[in-house]
């Protein structure tokens, strides 16, 4: 089968499941979110919208996962920063 510009689309490969860590006992999920008044603060949950916002829905600043092994090892904190991006136009908005 062919599309395009002679780009041929075969069928996907079978769904296959794979472990990515073994021993995991614990995966705590953490959010940095703009305070009303004072410095950002880490929490964990999140709910879509900054407190006494007018907005209907925004992103955390930054969001850490932490996990925990049975064996007593440490992964540092994978922390990372939620781009802005507009569904509707399927692009980021302008910097």
């Not at 879509?48 to 007018?54: D, E, N, V």
């Not at 969001?63 to 990372?80: C, E, M, Q, S």
């Not at 507009?86 to 302008?94: F, I, R, T």
């Amino acid at each position: 089968m062919r599309y395009g510009a002679g780009v041929i689309l075969i069928p996907p490969p079978a769904s296959r499941t794979e472990p990515l860590a073994q021993g995991v006992t614990g995966l705590a999920i953490s959010y940095l979110t703009p305070q009303p008044s004072g410095p950002p603060a880490w929490s964990s949950s999140w709910t879509g919208s900054l407190p006494g916002s007018l907005l209907a829905k925004s992103l955390p600043l930054l969001i850490r996962i932490h996990t925990d092994f049975a064996d007593g090892r440490n992964w540092p904190d994978l922390v990372a920063a939620p781009a802005d991006f507009d569904s509707e136009q399927g692009k980021a908005p302008p910097s």
